[in-house]
């Protein structure tokens, strides 16, 4: 659930893309970087995903501006195994990164079964959800990963220093209607979450936060207090060894395999990624493939309600519900967001302001 208001006035989805692609040139991106990123970052609003649409675009230019996101340069290739590969991205920008990496990858898997791409020092790649629908429309199985090495705002379970982060993992299962797109972090939420709550002055709605000595805590200011705070780990302080072991399991992904990690105690900025599209024609077969996962999802809808709860919800339902909503109706946005990007507009002489 997004952290971010969403009672302001409704915006035309493609006029915020517009907006967006001009300030991101104007900033020193190439148009076709500039038309990936602002493509990802409204996605991610379309999807309902707040925290990690346009409300980052002034955080995305800021970036620009100090240098911490390359806007020229070369992707360097590490390793080609044909149904594998590294590359390096050297900051530059993750969405436009990854739509590159996507299409590697669907170019690859028509000759390999299973395909496997690592990234390394990627500038921020956005929500995950919002990359999975074009692999699954193709009925290919996706898994993502992604963590940044050089932010630590997650203690490992039963610690009290930092030392992962919120570290989101992601899967794309294609069924014979809607597919089942999972996205979440390893952490109860995300820092883009917290840091909402922090914004806006407000205590979250449970302990999701540990202070500083370990104890649970509902008080995002405790990240920024000594010794710091820290994210509680999925499954929180009784079962949070659970969420600790998937974080593990996306550091060795995203970090260990693309060589990008925290044993150089790198700046913040730069993203490890890891990439897996799996062709299921290559085993049992599509066909049975889609047959088994439309069975699961049929039945997890049949599947009878708590008392007084609402029907069962597959990961991805409300998320591709508001997709369809707000292309229809328009988006809505906070007036500080919109305010914050109208000037930057002004700051990089765009005229058009929102």
């Not at 932010?151 to 009290?160: I, K, Q, R, Y």
């Not at 806006?200 to 200011?221: C, Y």
């Not at 920024?224 to 999925?234: M, S």
Request: aromatic share 6%; net charge negative.
């Amino acid at each position: 659930m997004s952290a971010v208001a969403e009672d302001g006035p409704l915006q035309d989805p493609a006029a915020l893309a517009s907006t967006a692609r001009q300030l991101l040139v104007a900033a020193g991106m190439t148009s076709e970087m500039a038309e990936d990123v602002a493509a990802v970052l409204l996605e991610a609003d379309l999807l309902g995903h707040r925290t990690h649409g346009l409300s980052m675009l002034p955080n995305y230019l800021e970036r620009i501006e100090r240098g911490a996101t390359a806007c020229k340069g070369d992707l360097e290739v590490l390793a080609d195994g044909g149904a594998s590969f590294a590359w390096r991205a050297n900051r530059l920008p993750g969405a436009w990164v990854m739509r590159r990496a996507i299409r590697e990858v669907l170019a690859r898997v028509t000759s390999h079964p299973v395909i496997t791409a690592t990234i390394a020092d990627c500038a921020h790649i956005g929500a995950l959800q919002a990359y999975l629908k074009p692999i699954t429309d193709e009925g290919l199985f996706v898994t993502l990963a992604t963590t940044d090495p050089g932010l630590a705002s997650v203690a490992p379970f039963g610690g009290a220093e930092p030392v992962l982060t919120s570290n989101p993992v992601a899967y794309g299962i294609p069924t014979l209607g809607d597919p089942i797109l999972i996205d979440h972090s390893t952490s109860v939420v995300s820092n883009g979450s917290i840091a909402a709550y922090a914004t806006r002055g407000e205590r979250t709605p449970g302990p999701w936060l540990l202070d500083g000595q370990g104890h649970p805590s509902d008080d995002p200011a405790c990240l920024g207090q000594e010794p710091p705070g820290t994210i509680a780990l999925l499954g929180g302080p009784e079962f949070g060894y659970k969420g600790f072991g998937f974080s593990l399991m996306v550091e060795a992904l995203s970090l260990g395999l693309s060589g990008h990690g925290r044993s150089t105690a790198p700046s913040r900025g730069g993203q490890g990624v890891f990439l897996q599209v799996i062709d299921p024609a290559a085993f049992a077969g599509r066909e049975a493939f889609l047959r088994e996962t439309t069975a699961l999802a049929e039945r997890c809808r049949a599947s009878r309600p708590r008392a007084g709860g609402p029907p069962v919800r597959l990961p991805g339902e409300r998320a591709l519900a508001n997709r369809a909503r707000h292309l229809a109706e328009g988006l809505p946005y906070s007036r500080q967001v919109l305010d914050s990007i109208t000037d930057w507009a002004r700051r990089l002489g765009v005229e058009k302001g929102l």
